[in-house]
């Protein structure tokens, strides 16, 4: 069993609706969670860093952590076609020393 | 403000050949992290230094290895390549710390590809 898992879709919506992305996770000593954007052979873009649980709003990404249920999810409002990339998660812990653990990516694709 | 860069974009060489990928950090910032991006596989961690220290070290071979130098750039060779080695190489920086959980930035990454 991998340690983070993630449905890798692809999820398609159409525009102005609200994306819903999420990941599951085993190892409980993670604190820290991160969502990136990654278009097509780019490098990912930090969009969310967040610690330990809660929500955290920027713009139009909302990122919330259940560590009781290990599960983050990030929600995208009024998605737009330039929104169409793979979102991937991270995670880290105390004893992660530099190494963030990726989900597998969702590819999300919003339609005009 | 300039964001990391990696050199060069595409790198082609054949399989027992080396290869040497290079990276520079966010102004500022004092720790690189390598990560193997294969198809289908996700983000796999190789390295993370900070300094010019090896501080981890992902589960790869021995020929995977690096540097960090005094301006805080980074370079990752890549011995006797194999066809499976093929994939795009990221590199990422971050503030720096020793804990290693502070946010990374990507760069555009190296497409390697080894025939």
């Known amino acids: 069993q991998k340690e983070v898992e993630q449905d890798p879709g692809p999820l398609s919506v159409p525009e102005g609706a609200i994306v819903s992305l999420n990941c599951t996770y085993s190892?409980?000593?993670?604190?820290?969670f991160m969502w990136y954007r990654q278009y097509s052979r780019k490098g990912p873009e930090l969009l969310m860093y967040t610690y330990s649980s809660g929500n955290k709003e920027d713009g139009r990404f909302t990122a919330q952590v259940d560590k009781s249920s290990k599960y983050i999810s990030l929600f995208i409002r009024d998605s737009q076609p330039s929104d169409s990339a793979t979102y991937l998660c991270?995670?880290?812990?105390?004893?992660?020393?530099?190494?963030?653990?990726f989900g597998a990516g969702t590819q999300v694709v919003v339609t005009p | 403000e300039a964001g990391v860069t990696q050199s060069p974009t595409h790198l082609i060489k054949t399989r027992g050949q080396q290869a040497t990928l290079r990276c520079s950090p966010i102004s500022g910032h004092t720790s690189v992290y390598w990560y193997q991006q294969a198809l289908g596989l996700g983000l796999q961690f190789l390295l993370w230094?900070?300094?010019?220290?090896?501080?981890n070290r992902g589960n790869f071979p021995p020929r995977f290895s690096g540097r960090q130098f005094p301006n805080y750039s980074s370079e990752l060779n890549v011995n006797a390549l194999e066809l499976e080695d093929s994939a795009l190489y990221l590199c990422?920086?971050?503030?720096?710390?020793?804990?290693?959980?502070?946010?990374?930035?990507f760069g555009p990454g190296t497409r390697l590809t080894v025939l």
């Open positions: 230094y900070d300094e010019g220290e090896e501080r």
């Open positions: 991270a995670m880290s812990g105390p004893d992660s020393w530099g190494k963030f653990q």
């Open positions: 190892n409980s000593a993670f604190q820290y």
């Open positions: 990422a920086s971050s503030a720096g710390g020793t804990s290693g959980n502070e946010p990374q930035f």
